[in-house]
């Protein structure tokens, strides 16, 4: 049994997991996307994108990674008794085997990223 901490609970110490981040996405002529640019990731330096399917270092806290694999892609429609949730959702697998899922939301045109 744990003794009770006697800290009164709060409610600002309450945080998502796994919440969704804004990316850009750049599609290739499939509509899928082929490179993924995600902010708050430390690119390497001097490594090029494109031809050679490797990252390059957007900004300072920026990378784009290039798509090594598309898994599956779907579509979800939810709460359109409330505030409507559509969204195209693509499983894949970024350049040094990071899976990621990313979704659109089809309403704003946003995309963003989640750890699986």
Known sequence: MVAHSRAPVRVDRLR???????V???LN???LPSVV???GDQ???ETTRGDQGRSETIGDDQRGYHVE???EVWRV???WWRRSITRRCVEVILEGGKHVL???DLASGEWFVQNF
């Open 16 to 22: 998502s997991l796994n919440r969704p981040r804004p």
């Open 77 to 79: 429609d939810d709460e």
């Open 43 to 45: 690119g390497r330096s």
């Open 102 to 104: 990313l979704f659109e």
């Open 69 to 71: 694999s598309i898994g």
């Open 29 to 31: 002529g499939h509509g």
């Open 24 to 26: 850009a996405v750049e």
């Open 37 to 39: 640019t995600i902010e």
